[in-house]
C-alpha cells in the first residue's frame, strides 16, 4: 500500500491579505448591520422632539407708525398681512390677504392688486374687479398709551370703524 503525498498549497506572499474566514466575515456583517440600525434609530429618536409644523407668529402685535406715514398711503408692517392707514379721521388695518384664495395682495397707487388671479381692491377693501367674492375685512387698531398701536390680526371690525391717530 502506497500513501499519496497530501498537496501543498502554493507558498504565499507576505504582502498578500490574510484570508477571511466567513464565519468572521459573518459575524462583522452582522455587526455592522445592527450598528447601522442603532445609529437610525437614534438619529429617528432625536428627530422626534422637534415640532413639526413652524409656530405662527401672534396675530396680535404692536406698530409704530411713520411720522412721513401721508393719509392714503399704505403702512406694510414686515412680515404681516396687514396694511395700516393713518386718514384724517383716525388709524385703520385692513387685511392683506385676498378673499378669493388668500393670496397676499399687493399695495398700489389706488388700493390693492392681487398677483395671483388679478382682483382688486379700493383702499377701503371693497372689490373693485373680481374674481375676489368678498372686501378685505377691516382689522381691530387699539392705540396704546406709549403711541403705539396694537392690531389684532384675527378680529375683524365693521367696515370704516377707526382708532383715533
Ligand atoms: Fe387673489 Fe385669487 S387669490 S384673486
Redesign the pocket.
Known amino acids: 500500500m502506497t500513501t499519496k503525498p497530501l498537496p501543498v498549497p502554493p507558498a504565499r506572499s507576505r504582502l498578500e491579505a490574510e484570508p477571511l474566514p466567513r464565519r468572521d466575515f459573518l459575524g462583522l456583517a452582522a455587526g455592522w448591520t445592527a450598528g447601522s440600525a442603532l445609529l437610525f434609530s437614534i438619529v429617528g429618536m432625536l428627530r422626534l422632539p422637534k415640532a413639526a409644523v413652524i409656530p405662527a407668529p401672534s396675530s396680535r402685535f404692536r406698530v409704530s407708525l411713520p411720522d412721513s406715514l401721508a393719509p392714503g398711503t399704505a403702512f406694510l408692517p414686515p412680515g404681516r398681512p396687514v396694511a395700516i392707514f393713518r386718514e384724517a379721521s383716525g388709524v385703520y388695518a385692513i387685511s392683506t390677504v ?1 378673499t ?4 397676499i395682495v399687493q399695495a398700489a397707487p389706488d388700493g390693492f392688486r ?1 398677483p ?4 382688486m381692491f379700493a383702499r377701503d377693501g371693497s372689490v373693485v374687479r373680481g ?2 367674492p368678498k372686501p378685505l375685512p377691516w382689522l381691530e387698531v387699539r392705540k396704546t398709551g406709549s403711541g403705539l398701536y396694537v392690531v389684532d390680526a384675527k378680529k375683524t371690525v365693521p367696515p370704516g370703524t377707526t382708532e383715533t391717530a
Open positions: 385676498c378669493h384664495l388668500g393670496c392681487c395671483c388671479h388679478g382682483s374674481p375676489a
